[in-house]
């Protein structure tokens, strides 16, 4: 998971480090906003581009819409004209039509639906750039959605170790409260508490500061697992 802020014009566009790697973006669009994301690719890499909604009352009539701009692009379909495109560049529009059904994603977990995807190849080594913009038949009021980018899934020690606290910025996005994202945790925490105290006499006792650590340690992991 990936969070972008700021990233409202081509000299802020939020950089996407190695585009072959599978990053799921979570952010809102406001109003009559348009996002930036870059992509530094080199000729004939593949580019895999998604765009998705959440299953969210207030996003029912918002539609995003993606467009790649990059060099040694043909023109395909019409841009906005609040859409910055760098000199010599050209764009391909993405339609997006809401899917019929949702779709079930296990890893979050969560529910959204597919507005649009693209899957081509960099005509010219260079920097890209992809432009999201509400559609023309959209409510207007801006809404959230999701930028998965990248097809590779691969984890470093470190973002396998920060999963589960980026998770709870998906569950926001998707519209779920603190309470709701937080209440599992803390009925294992208040489990594993009772069962301490319960049998303090012929547990607790025996326990060194590593076993005790231990014993956090795993209802932590099952908290994080009713989550």
């Not at 519209?175 to 009772?194: D, N, R």
């Amino acid at each position: 998971p990936d969070f972008p802020s700021d990233n409202t014009s081509l000299a802020t566009a939020w950089e996407i480090h190695d585009p072959a790697k599978s990053w799921a973006i979570y952010t809102e669009l406001g109003a009559g906003q348009v996002d930036y994301y870059s992509l530094d690719l080199g000729q004939g890499d593949r580019i895999f581009l998604n765009l998705i909604v959440p299953v969210m009352e207030r996003d029912q009539d918002f539609l995003p819409v993606m467009a790649l701009l990059g060099p040694g692009i043909v023109d395909q379909g019409l841009l906005p004209g609040d859409v910055e495109v760098p000199d010599g560049y050209g764009h391909i529009v993405i339609e997006s039509n809401m899917a019929d059904e949702p779709t079930y994603e296990a890893f979050s977990p969560g529910s959204f639906y597919n507005v649009s995807w693209y899957d081509g190849v960099a005509p010219q080594a260079g920097a890209y750039y992809v432009a999201v913009y509400e559609a023309e038949i959209s409510a207007g009021d801006g809404g959230n959605y999701g930028f998965p980018v990248g097809y590779t899934e691969s984890f470093t020690l470190e973002e396998m170790v920060t999963i589960p606290f980026s998770l709870v910025g998906v569950y926001i996005w998707q519209g779920e409260s603190y309470w709701m994202i937080f209440a599992p945790l803390v009925v294992m925490m208040l489990v594993g508490a009772i069962v301490l105290v319960a049998r303090r006499d012929d547990v607790l006792e025996r326990m060194a500061a590593f076993h005790l650590a231990v014993y956090i340690a795993g209802v932590f992991v099952l908290g994080s697992a009713l989550i």
